[in-house]
């Protein structure tokens, strides 16, 4: 029906990541809400999220009618804390999400057993981590599914796109179903199955990913290399902690370089950040804690109040005010761009 790229495409990009199966589709955002979909989240479920990501983790389940239930992060991985999600899970919960941070994968162990012991599944937010691994298994091989983006900023673009990784031939059939209208592939007289919508992917955008795709290799090894230089020089400035590490996750894309300047307050934190764009440095301020924007309380909200979320998660908090990151593409530059970069740190830190 279609073309061969988005084919093409799918067979390489889960092939990469040790998955049967994948689903492009049109971002990152459907591509959450597409597999929470075939993981039964919807009216009545709750799905555990990080309180410390980008909106469309917890959008993408509020979407589809569930509860997201936001968890607190650790102070030094920016990860979702398993201990936090073990206390939120409830008969309700259905799935969990995991978002691996910048490139860095959450504890997988331990929310593998979890989820087990729950009986509930784990979506893998893999926005940040085309590539990433965890203890030498790729993304794909983890035994859940996984939803990436291909949005603007991230590691691969076509200025919008997404995709979704299976294991399981039983949830790529019914995602399948689902993305293309209803429609079995092979239909051609409007057979169509199942209440669905179009969520595919365009050939054009497919072309150009494929060429990324062969290229992404070479990259990781290159920004591995400059964060170790990076985060070096950072830890050396007093009070600059970069975002730290876990041996278990053993290869990192890095999708930001991340650090936090514990202590500070959000208004300095967003000189610091004024002063590296000033300098033509791509820094940002980070998230905002997801229960502290409006959005989120619209919709899928947990019966709680924002004070009682908010105590329970206490780093999400202060990550959100004291958090800087940079463009991957700083990554990418020279090792003296860095040296650069750690200086106007060091001064903006000194200037108090
Ligand atoms: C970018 C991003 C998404 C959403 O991707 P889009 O393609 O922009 O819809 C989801 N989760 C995280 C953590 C992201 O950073």
């Keep these: 029906m279609g073309g061969s790229e988005v084919d093409s495409f799918e067979r390489e990009f889960a092939g990469y990541h040790g998955a049967h199966h994948a689903l492009a589709v049109t971002n990152g955002t459907h591509a959450l809400e597409l597999a929470l979909q075939v993981l039964g989240a919807g009216p009545g479920t709750e799905v555990i999220v990080p309180a410390f990501t980008f909106i469309s983790s917890s959008q993408a389940a509020q979407r589809i009618g569930a509860v997201a239930v936001p968890v607190d992060v650790d102070p030094e991985t920016y990860n979702i804390d398993a201990t936090a999600t073990a206390e939120a899970i409830t008969p309700r919960t259905r799935v969990i999400m995991p978002v691996h941070m910048a490139g860095l994968m959450a504890d997988m162990d331990a929310l593998d057993k979890l989820a087990s012991d729950a009986g509930v599944r784990i979506l893998q937010d893999a926005a940040h981590a085309h590539g990433a691994r965890w203890r030498g298994k790729r993304v794909g091989e983890l035994g859940s599914i996984a939803a990436f983006s291909f949005q603007n900023g991230k590691l691969m673009t076509a200025g919008e796109g997404g995709a979704v990784l299976f294991l399981d031939p ?119 804690a997801i229960y502290r924007t409006a959005a989120f309380w619209e919709t899928g909200a947990p019966e709680e109040s924002v004070d009682a979320v908010a105590k329970r998660c206490p780093n999400a908090d202060a990550i959100s005010q004291d958090c800087v990151w940079l463009h991957h593409r700083t990554l990418l530059a020279s090792e003296q761009a860095l040296t650069d970069t750690a200086a106007i740190v060091a001064d903006q830190v000194a200037a108090g």
């Design 170 to 288: 039983d949830d790529y059939e019914k995602a399948f179903l689902h993305h293309s209208c209803g429609r079995p592939r092979t239909d051609r007289n409007y057979h169509h199955q199942v209440a669905g919508t179009n969520m595919r992917m365009n050939e054009f955008s497919a072309a150009v990913l494929r060429a990324q795709l062969g290229r992404l290799d070479g990259q990781i090894e290159l920004r591995e290399q400059r964060w170790r230089l990076l985060s070096q020089l950072l830890a050396q400035i007093p009070g600059v902690r970069p975002q730290g590490g876990d041996a278990r996750a053993d290869r990192n894309p890095h999708y930001m370089a991340m650090f936090r300047l514990p202590g500070w307050s959000e208004e300095r934190r967003n000189l610091l950040v004024d002063r590296l764009v000033d300098a033509g440095i791509p820094a940002f301020a980070g998230f905002r």
